[in-house]
């Protein structure tokens, strides 16, 4: 089975800072990766797939990059609605899940 | 308006059976293959099972192997988890999630596009 990490499992950010989230793969998945954003009471949502490809809809803040085993979710300027809890996903082989990103307010 | 909505929840005793239900919306269920998915209080998402669009192919976790089956009934436009032999641990918050693709060269990249809203199983004594 793939296992998925994801560093750091918190962090404190502002409104404004530049946030990046990385996972990594046990095994290689090439692009097989993606990101999704979960607020609390909510199911989550899609932002980034196949690695790097914004999902219709999402702000052009959020952006994804890596291939392999290493990956990361950049949010270039955090606004107070991304203040979330931030999933990564291979979908290589069958479906993992990273154990979660929650980022909160500085 | 596309969506999915999932029914089927409840409290349920160890060892006690369930089955969990997702309809969709604004589109047909028989164009995608389906997935559920699951989040225990306070904690992360688990992949459970997946089946393909016409139910030539199913996956289960080693978590749920032999005692959840997912399936699907094109005609009635439905989704389904029949869970047996419920424990403790398989309390959790159920969504299902619509598997989208995209076509890359060779590649075939897989993503939930779209989730419901979910449905909490308590599993208690």
């Known amino acids: 089975d793939i296992q998925m990490t994801q560093s750091p499992s918190s962090l404190s950010a502002s409104v404004g800072d530049r946030v990046t989230i990385t996972c990594r793969a046990s095994?290689?998945?090439?692009?097989?990766l993606n990101w999704y954003q979960q607020k609390p009471g909510k199911a989550p949502k899609l932002l980034i797939y196949?690695?790097?490809s914004l999902q219709s809809g999402v702000p052009s803040r959020f952006s994804g990059s890596g291939s392999g085993t290493d990956f990361t979710l950049t949010i270039s300027s955090l606004q107070p609605e991304d203040f979330a809890t931030y999933f990564c996903?291979?979908?290589?082989?069958?479906?993992?899940f990273g154990q979660g990103t929650k980022v909160e307010i500085k | 308006e596309v969506q999915l909505a999932e029914s089927g929840g409840g409290l349920v005793r160890p060892g006690g059976s369930l089955r969990l239900s997702c309809t969709p919306s604004g589109f047909n269920l028989s164009d995608y293959n389906m997935n559920w998915v699951r989040q225990s209080p306070g904690k992360g998402l688990e992949w459970v099972s997946y089946?393909?669009?016409?139910?030539?192919?199913?996956y289960h976790a080693d978590s749920v192997k032999g005692r959840f089956t997912i399936s699907r009934d094109n005609a009635e436009n439905s989704l389904y988890l029949q869970m047996n032999s419920l424990r403790a641990e398989d309390t959790a918050v159920y969504y299902c999630?619509?598997?989208?693709?995209?076509?890359?060269?060779?590649?075939?990249?897989?993503?939930?596009?779209?989730w419901g809203r979910g449905t909490l199983v308590t599993v208690s004594s």
């Open positions: 999630a619509r598997d989208s693709s995209l076509q890359s060269g060779y590649d075939k990249y897989f993503y939930f596009d779209l």
């Open positions: 996903q291979q979908s290589y082989s069958l479906r993992t």
């Open positions: 089946i393909s669009r016409r139910s030539g192919t199913t």
């Open positions: 095994q290689t998945i090439k692009s097989y």
């Open positions: 196949a690695a790097s």
